[in-house]
């Protein structure tokens, strides 16, 4: 029998596991390579037989259609750029109210679960097993078709005090204007919150030194209603109020909230706040038992126990899936367009792109914005998660 020479090492053979995972890769690299460029030329080749041009030009020619909410100023005869900006904030505006509804309500509903009160503990549990099940559009289509849109007319509208008004147009509440005091009003906002962040440290070490704890809220609270109340009577109002009132068939001035951001505010803040109560309750129940026996041991009362020892120790296993519940509500955001809210789906990869035929620039920038939004959220998420991590010393 032949003998047979062992692989040296570094011998450039098919045989050495070194040299077949070096050309797996390049194959493979190779292969992407070639799908991607016979997608490009495919792609070139389909739109020139069309006669479609492919750029971003599009985006300088007049839209020629009406938007019912815009947060900046729009008429008919602007760009589509301007489209993209009117559709990204909304977008923007209705995913951070979610975020901040939802937070709210899911770490009540989380408390809740974990309640002595037998029947608030029942309640909770109900509210969660029951939305976090149903699908978020079908939310969506509960609160606008069944809900906002039965209210009464605009002529029969609930008043509150003549000042905000409720009917199936929306809510149409006072729109706020800066007036000549607005600098000095928000100067003085700014010191008192400096000054309070101060006391509160100050109070912070006074505690850490010699174990008395002075309440810091007495004084926030007077330099934040003194020192602003007295640069609005020496220097004259901060803010006008334009106040909506009713002018033949619909409400006219002030500042107009349209049922279809109500109606998807209210649904993912509804659905997603059932997971982020679940979430809170894992992470308070993560927290080992000892830690509320040796506070209850110090004589704590149990809110300053949740607050300054279990919430602290709990963030730590919320923030990661906390996390993705925010980017989901981004994401599901995108639902807006079942009900014609218009955002960056409805607006500019929906009516532009059936004016213009730019599918894949439209497309493309929509994408984009999603992928943008979620990784900012995932970075300041992340920041914070590793701020307040343990470190070992």
Not at 121 to 131: D, P
Not at 215 to 227: F, H, K, S, Y
Not at 341 to 369: C, R
Request: glycine residues 8%; aromatic residues 10%.
């Amino acid at each position: 029998m032949p003998h047979r020479r062992p692989n040296v090492k570094g011998e450039l053979s098919f045989s050495n596991p070194a040299v077949r995972a070096w050309l797996f890769q390049i194959l493979a690299v190779a292969a992407v390579i070639g799908i991607a460029v016979y997608l490009i030329h495919n792609t070139i080749t389909n739109l020139s037989s069309r006669g479609i041009t492919s750029g971003f030009a599009f985006l300088d020619r007049g839209a020629g259609f009406g938007i019912v909410q815009h947060l900046i100023d729009y008429q008919q005869g602007d760009t589509y750029g301007r489209v993209f900006l009117v559709g990204l904030l909304n977008t923007l505006l209705v995913s951070a109210l979610c975020i901040v509804f939802a937070s709210l309500l899911g770490f009540f509903l989380g408390l809740a679960r974990l309640s002595d009160n037998w029947l608030l503990r029942k309640l909770s549990t109900v509210y969660i097993e029951t939305f976090r099940n149903i699908p978020p559009l079908l939310q969506i289509f509960f609160w606008y078709f069944a809900v906002l849109r039965n209210l009464p007319g605009p002529r029969q509208a609930v008043s509150a005090f003549d000042l905000a008004f409720l009917s199936n147009r929306g809510l149409y509440i006072p729109s706020p204007a800066l007036g000549e005091g607005a600098l000095p009003f928000l100067l003085a906002v700014i010191i008192a919150l400096v000054v309070s962040a101060g006391v509160f440290r100050f109070n912070k070490n006074h505690q850490m030194k010699t174990g008395q704890l002075r309440r810091t809220w007495p004084v926030a609270l007077m330099l934040l209603i003194g020192l602003p109340l007295a640069a609005h009577v020496m220097f004259g109002a901060a803010l006008h109020w334009d106040v909506p009132e009713l002018r033949g068939f619909n409400f006219r001035g002030g500042m107009a909230l349209i049922p279809e951001l109500a109606a998807l505010t209210l649904a993912l803040s509804v659905y997603t706040s059932a997971f982020i109560a679940e979430i809170i309750r894992a992470g308070i129940q993560s927290v080992p038992y000892g830690q509320h026996e040796a506070a209850r041991s110090l004589g704590l009362p149990n809110p300053v126990t949740l607050r300054q020892v279990i919430i602290p120790q709990a963030m730590r296993v919320i923030i990661p899936p906390l996390t993705s519940q925010y980017l989901n509500i981004v994401k599901n955001s995108s639902l807006a367009a079942a009900i014609g809210y218009p955002d960056m789906v409805s607006l500019f990869a929906g009516t532009v792109l059936n004016q213009t035929g730019q599918a894949i620039e439209t497309i493309a920038i929509t994408m984009s914005v999603y992928l943008i939004i979620s990784l900012s959220i995932s970075l300041l998420m992340n920041l914070y998660n590793r701020h307040i991590a343990l470190v070992e010393r």
